[in-house]
DNA sequence: CGCCAACTTGATGGCTGTCAAGTCAGGTGG
DNA sequence: CCACCTGACTTGACAGCCATCAAGTTGGCG
């Protein structure tokens, strides 16, 4: 699929059977910065010069894979660096005091993870893969420095943080004002959208996460989601065969979400 | 109650009825500063030192009142400034296509508002006074530009920004696995937190808000809110009359979000 | 082939939404 | 000062949506 060379380093990172002092630069290293990433628009850098950008690549201090079911931070943890996913998808999950839990978000390519620990310097949740993923570590000394000196990357920064927030209050908003239906319409919209923003096909994707954890973000319970789910099916709105999904009608499924029946 | 003197001019603001080159500096000027502030350690300003706390005095447009009722900024308008909530109480509400509309949060003395604005350079929500109110306007590019120089201060308000994240994702907890009884327990005890942190007794104030602001923020239905704070009572958990509340154990509360018995 | 997790589908019950009626508090005008 | 009115609130009866419990199916993997 996606390129999956592992380079042994990039800046300031050396494979671990190397010394750490010895940096092996790779032929297509710039292969791998943010200026060459095809993420970059949706990305921390969106929106910088070629200059800025080459200032930006500076500062991811290394690319890290994380495999299938790895945790990439642990709530609780302190705060060393944010995490822009450069392939595969995650998830996070706030834990409550009493071991409840409930899925925060679904992450994928160009966004950025560890935001919310900034305030304690301590993460809140944790952050699990749901594939085999690869992320790109930012250390926040070093952005924070960095935007004091790019204005253009200042802003930036603060939009993805904002728009963590408005996501945050789209999320409030479907957990407690919309059905059952309502919510899983808006979830499935919410991923057509983000995948073909990235590229891919708004109306045929793979779905990464378990009933269970979808039920989990959207306040309703596996059973609940998948009778959901087969209902869609048996309007004809979707096809769904176990993780594969395809959208049948986006119009329909548009109106479901707007055209909510009860609970004004 | 608190001294609502109004100052004619406070930086680069001028009464109406004065011309406005002409500015007139009031004797306890610095009493309306940050510096002097007794929010400072609440709001923006926090950790700062004296002189770097001289400069966001600077950044300070104008105090601006707000009249119970009144809007501080409409969903759809272009963002212009941040608001530091000086004195008062208000409430944010996300509007959906359809009319739907819900509170996203209620925000008091110290609270920053117009965070979720900045990703789109456009409010992404209404703020609605619940009380004569007064806040504080701080021109989003004049705090960016002061950031830059005062690296604390961009710490500061990276942190109020992720704290607004964090809070999010309690709100989302709460929608997501709570049943009605935890969520108004919850949502007493974080009032009663906040109202601490500012000086007011934790276990008696005064609601603000209506029921059915109260239940659109829990998701829940006003007769729901008003039959839970009834059980409440009738269990001697608080005390309550019209809009005067009286926490009576906030123990027997805090037992009840954390033992959720269903919803698992 | 067999096991297990993930999923589907059905039956039942409870929480909370909905509808309705009545009470209370605050404000206005006579 | 009181009657009146309106919006906010309370309380009750009922119903619907979704959680719960349960059983069975599917798919992936050793």
Redesign the interface.
Known sequence: MSPSIQYFQFHGFAHPSMPTTLRIVEVDKLKTACSTCSLQELCLPAGLSAIELKSVDELIARRRPVKRGDYLFRSGVALHSLYAIRSGFMKSC?L???G?E?V?GFHMMGDLMG??????NQH??DAVALEDSEVCEIPLKDL??L???I?SL??HF?????????R??????L???MRAEERLAAFLLNLSQRFAARGYSPTEFHLRMTREEIG????LKLETVSRTLSHFQAQGLIAVQNKHLRILSLDNLKELV???SCR?
């Open positions: 706030v409550h005091e009493d409840r409930q925060a935001l919310d620990a900034i305030g304690t809140l949740c924070e420095g935007s004091r000196n204005p200042q802003q603060h939009r993805i943080m904002s728009r963590e927030i408005a945050d209050y789209g999320v409030m908003l957990l407690g004002s989990s973000y959207l306040g707007s055209h909510h004004s």
